[in-house]
């Protein structure tokens, strides 16, 4: 199975967290920023790590950007180089842009641009975020601590049919079924009776490595 392909434009603290886990995860990570220094900090943590500037389109189209799924514009407070990285990124039609915004001012003017995902990294963590990428089937995540993590994901086909009691999550997979919600109504504290039904979506409490266990049934 082909890797997912990823671009990372600017190496700062978030840039670069959201480039190294996302390798970290399996996934192909092109990380491009302005500052050589940035670039060799994270030059063995990613696929390939690349001195370039993205205000050039030509430079973006000469690295094959536009063959990329995803594009994370990750460049800080320099508001006329985020402005410009995205446009390029949009002509070389990039199917996925998500773009990092200073403020709020920032997220608007992204948005009017046609940014498919604006973050704020004050409110969003990029771990998190690198997570979200990673996993189709993870309806949301919010982040607990470093270690632990609420998640909400469709209920596995194997599961299906069976009881919380039969599945036994807690003991073999190391985390709690807190809800269960199906179309409008929503179970908390679901007793051990309770049966997975189709459609159901699962609200999961777990540490991190337990719950991409489950992410992976």
């Not at 460049?75 to 990285?85: E, F, N, P, W, Y």
């Not at 599961?159 to 809800?179: D, F, M």
């Not at 929503?186 to 159901?200: H, K, M, Q």
């Amino acid at each position: 199975m082909k890797k997912k392909q990823y671009l990372v434009i600017g190496l700062g603290r978030f840039g670069s967290a959201v480039a190294t886990t996302l390798f970290k995860k399996g996934m192909e990570v092109l990380a491009i920023d302005r500052n050589p220094d940035l670039v060799q900090a994270v030059s063995n943590l990613v696929t390939q790590a690349v001195v370039a500037d993205a205000r050039d389109k030509e430079v973006l189209k000469a690295l094959g950007v536009q063959d990329f799924e995803c594009a994370i514009v990750a460049i800080g407070s320099d508001l006329a180089a985020s402005v410009l990285t995205v446009m390029n990124l949009k002509e070389l039609e990039v199917p996925y842009v998500i773009c990092k915004a200073h403020d709020e001012t920032h997220r608007r003017v992204l948005e009017k641009l046609g940014v498919d995902r604006v973050i704020i990294p004050e409110q969003e963590n990029a771990q998190r975020l690198a997570r979200s990428l990673n996993s189709h089937n993870v309806l949301d995540y919010i982040e607990l601590s470093d270690d632990y993590g609420i998640l909400d994901l469709p209920a596995p086909k194997s599961w299906v049919g069976k009881t919380l009691k039969e599945l036994n999550v807690r003991a073999k997979l190391g985390v709690n079924i807190i809800a269960v919600e199906n179309g409008n109504q929503t179970n908390v504290s679901p007793s051990a009776d309770y049966r997975i039904l189709e459609g159901d979506i699962l609200v999961v409490l777990g540490d991190n490595y337990s719950l991409e266990a489950v992410q992976k049934l």
